[in-house]
T-cell receptor, first 109, second 112 residues
């Protein structure tokens, strides 16, 4: 079992839909990151969380430390949101980063 | 533009060879991270440097080594290359531990 699990692996949505991507982890962490990777390969950091909730535009990220779970929400999805979304954790005490396998999102116009 | 630069953008080399990938972090960032992304493995953490010192080691092979120089740029050296080393290699930088990371555009390595 991977230390960081994401679901779903693939997701197709219609433009305007509300989207949720989940991340569960089994290690102690100092922070959790949500990354976006576009088809061209470039990676952008969306959020870094250690507690609570963050919002940036149409994106919202939440984390529940007790349940070892984080969610990334996209409101009013748009075709330009089509990308791979990757959850990564910074393991506490070791400084190592562990990545989920990613969620491939396709938003149809 | 993240402010992190990586060179070269593409690299094609033969098995058994050695290559050096270079990363310049964002101005002021002390931490540099190296990651490998292959088709079958996804993103893997290789190594982190903070202000010239190795901070954390991930799944880095013994054939690979890295260093961070006094001007904070970093190099990842890959030797005795194998076909399976073909991947995208990303560098990222941050101002410190557990801080937001800024990714470079990556170096695509193809080993033939």
């Amino acid at each position: 079992k991977n230390e960081v699990e994401q679901s779903p692996q693939n997701l197709t949505a219609q433009e305007g839909e509300f989207i949720t991507i989940n991340c569960s982890y089994s290690v102690g962490i100092s922070a959790l990151h949500w990354l976006q990777q576009h088809p061209g390969g470039g990676i952008v950091s969306l959020f870094m969380l250690s507690s609570g909730k963050k919002k940036h535009g149409r994106l919202i990220a939440t984390i529940n430390i007790q349940e070892k779970h984080s969610s990334l929400h996209i409101t009013a999805s748009h075709p330009r949101d089509s990308a791979v979304y990757i959850c990564a954790v910074s393991a506490s005490g070791t400084y190592k980063y562990i990545f989920g396998t990613g969620t491939r999102l396709k938003v149809l116009a | 533009d993240s402010g992190v630069t990586q060179t070269p953008k593409h690299l094609i080399t033969a098995t058994g060879q050695r290559v050096t990938l270079r990363c310049s972090p964002r101005s002021g960032d002390l931490s540099v991270y190296w990651y490998q992304q292959s088709l079958d493995q996804g993103l893997q953490f290789l190594i982190q440097y903070y202000n010239g010192e190795e901070r954390a080691k991930g799944n880095i092979l013994e054939r690979f080594s890295a260093q961070q120089f006094p001007d904070l740029h970093s190099e990842l050296n890959l030797s005795s290359l194998e076909l399976g080393d073909s991947a995208l290699y990303f560098c990222a930088s941050s101002s410190g531990q557990s801080r937001e990371q800024y990714f470079g555009p990556g170096t695509r390595l193809t080993v033939t």
